[in-house]
């Protein structure tokens, strides 16, 4: 009889590392808890299975990672600004097209992201995956890790899980949800052009802008005219000549462009259906993602003023992927607290009114924000292990707030500063005292309220 699995011998795993607090994964919310955490003062460990920090910045080149701001936009004035500051300083100025934010562009914010990282005395590892978590009872006491130097083992007093799918977590036993595929976010290979004509494309998309209502379903209105770099035309011309299947490439975003006509950030493949927790559909979804993107190139050499001569500049490194995973909290956040200011005593952050999933979008154009609580990435049965990024604790309707990578970046350095409070004073992640999470991010400048 076939079995469908095999009984490996029992081995020891040498112990790569010991450390305060152990953070997996490098997107915006683990470069923003690493460097919090070692702000605070405790011996601090980054771990990334790719070769560069940022996570979606980097990996999926989504630069304009501040697409929403407008000048009655708040902000937490956390770590997740100093991305675009430090960015600014290391010569990456380029302003965002549909906002008051500038464009943080993939290949430069690897080395924004190495300095920040150094500057803050992190102990790093690239190269490395988190694969199993290490528990004891009912707390984590580390991560098992394969690279390169095979299976090891590192061993932290605090883990926070900034994987994304909340990989760490549920292999640690986490209760997790998991809506089915047919339900998740879509998922998107980016790539960027090389020779377009700027002056010629910006004075097509200054005849011929389009806004928001072009692919939002749902507004509070006020969105309805904003200006949205978009672009449908050039595909949509392309189906009714029969160049491209019916249910692929309905359009998609330019971000900026540079002095020398290099387009460096196109978001416009949208994969419906896979599973970002699943090797079959990330296989897929890799290698129809590069079909569709020189698929959307043609379209857009053939029907789209400046693009004549534009040819394929590079391909995101891994697949962007927006939705998972998501851990079940001490406090799962709702829609509609999201969408009407709510207040929570232990706040760790505010995050602007924006959301942007599953055909909703709110541009926060008037001031509105939330609070983000503490206890949503706390994990109810587990202690010592914080969840920060998009797979914290939330229904479907706040994941499109939670998801965004600014608001990412402020679980992240929430959870930083507490696990690294929750060392200092030797008290577990769960019964944590709020209000000294709360003065710490203040000296961090973080808003909390």
């Known amino acids: 009889m076939k079995k469908d699995y095999i009984q490996e011998p029992a081995r020891k795993t040498r112990v790569l590392a010991r450390t305060d607090v152990l953070v997996v994964g490098s997107g915006p919310s683990g470069l923003a808890a690493a460097i919090a955490a ?11 299975r790719y070769g560069c920090f940022g996570g979606n910045i980097t ?20 770590i997740g600004l100093e991305f675009e500051a430090e960015t600014l ?3 990456g100025e380029r302003r965002e097209p549909q906002s008051i934010s500038q464009v943080v562009e993939a290949d430069i914010f690897k080395c924004v992201a190495d300095q920040m990282v150094e500057k803050a005395g992190i102990t790093k590892f690239l190269h490395c995956l988190g694969v199993e978590a290490l528990t004891e009872g009912n707390r984590v006491i580390g991560v098992v890790t394969e690279s390169k130097e095979g299976r090891r083992a590192i061993l932290a007093k605090r883990v926070i899980d900034c994987t994304g799918d909340a990989d760490i977590a549920f292999r640690a036993g986490v209760a997790c949800t998991h809506p ?6 879509g998922v998107s290979v980016s790539f960027g052009c090389s020779g377009v004509n700027r002056d010629l494309f910006l004075a097509h998309v200054q005849k011929n802008s389009g806004n928001l209502s072009q692919w939002a379903r749902e507004t509070t209105g006020k969105e309805d005219k904003l200006f949205s770099p978009y672009l449908s035309e050039p595909f949509d011309r392309a189906r009714q000549n029969g160049e491209i299947p019916e249910d692929v ?5 330019w971000s900026s462009l540079t002095d020398t006509g290099e387009a460096t950030y196109m978001n416009m493949v949208y994969m419906l259906g896979l599973d970002p927790t699943d090797l079959k559909d990330l296989t ?7 079909k569709q993107a020189m698929a959307a190139i043609a379209a857009l050499r053939k029907y789209t003023p400046g693009f004549e001569k534009a040819r394929l500049r590079t391909f995101g490194s891994s697949l962007g992927t927006r939705e998972s995973r998501k851990i079940v909290g001490r406090y799962t956040i709702t829609g509609d607290e999201v969408r009407n200011q709510a207040v929570f005593e232990d706040s760790i952050g505010i995050f602007p009114e924006f959301l942007d999933s599953y055909g909703v979008v709110i541009i ?9 609580p503490y206890s949503i990435m706390v994990p109810k049965s587990m202690d010592n292990l914080l969840v920060a990024g998009r797979c914290v604790s939330g229904d479907k309707m706040s994941h499109a707030a939670l998801r965004q990578m600014m608001c990412c970046s402020v679980t992240g350095q929430g959870a930083g500063v507490a696990a690294a409070v929750s060392v200092k004073r030797k008290i577990s992640t769960q019964n ?12 961090q400048g973080v808003r909390i309220e």
């Open 38 to 48: 070692a702000r605070e003062g405790v011996d601090t460990m980054l771990v990334e």
């Open 59 to 78: 990996q999926a080149m989504v630069e304009s990672i501040g697409w929403y701001r407008h000048n009655k936009t708040v902000e937490s004035q956390g």
């Open 89 to 91: 300083k290391f010569g």
């Open 180 to 185: 089915p595929k047919s339900e998740l976010e």
């Open 249 to 253: 490439l309905t359009g998609g975003y």
């Open 284 to 290: 897929h979804g890799e290698i129809q993602g590069r």
């Open 364 to 372: 926060p154009t008037t001031g509105r924000y939330f609070q983000v």
């Open 432 to 443: 944590l005292s709020i209000k000294a999470v709360q003065n710490a991010l203040k000296k």
